[in-house]
């Protein structure tokens, strides 16, 4: 019987997020440049503890699309950088692995590592995502991080705006942020 009663206290639960938060932050020649969607989704296997606290994580996906991609620039830049990211045939960002490491850091917080898929435009690369986390009273979840990249690994190039007079840098931070609940 105890060796049995570990395992009782412990489930998988299938956990999710229909507004993760997604913030791409660049730079240009002239100034910095911001975009950001509310609307990305998550969904993961979670195995947690009696306390909520998760011990480990599997099947992670994670999608948004291009175009929900806002910027506080307007939309000649938001159009410029959905051309550059060729939304039209590559409409969304995706990242997926099968299984990630959770490190506990005292109390209700632990730290995920995610090695997977990270495929943006026609471009996909192996990538470690890290986030920070914690469980919250309502035992959801909430995580961020973030990630820094060159766009021209994925094939997406640098956007050029006035025939060349605002031409943004290759490499940005993606900043990442949801709470998942059970679905």
């Not at 948004?64 to 960002?93: F, H, Q, R």
């Not at 021209?152 to 900043?175: H, Q, R, W």
């Amino acid at each position: 019987i105890f060796f049995l009663l570990p395992s009782l206290a412990i489930a998988q639960v299938k956990m999710g997020s229909n507004s993760t938060k997604v913030v791409i932050e660049g730079t240009s020649n002239i100034h910095d440049w911001i975009m950001t969607s509310n609307s990305g989704s998550t969904s993961g296997t979670w195995t947690v503890d009696a306390a909520g606290v998760p011990t480990a994580l599997t099947n992670l996906s994670f999608i948004v699309n291009v175009t929900t991609l806002k910027s506080e620039k307007g939309s000649t830049m938001d159009n410029n950088a959905y051309k550059a990211m060729a939304s039209d045939k590559y409409p969304a960002i995706k990242f997926s692995c099968s299984s990630a490491t959770i490190q506990p850091k005292g109390g209700n917080a632990f730290t995920v590592t995610a090695p997977g898929k990270l495929s943006i435009s026609s471009g996909t690369r192996d990538v470690t995502l890290v986030a920070n986390g914690k469980v919250n009273p309502d035992k959801s979840l909430s995580l961020d991080g973030n990630y820094k990249l060159v766009t021209t690994d994925y094939n997406v190039k640098p956007i050029s705006i006035m025939l060349g007079a605002i031409k943004t840098e290759a490499g940005v931070n993606i900043k990442y942020s949801l709470v998942a609940k059970p679905q």
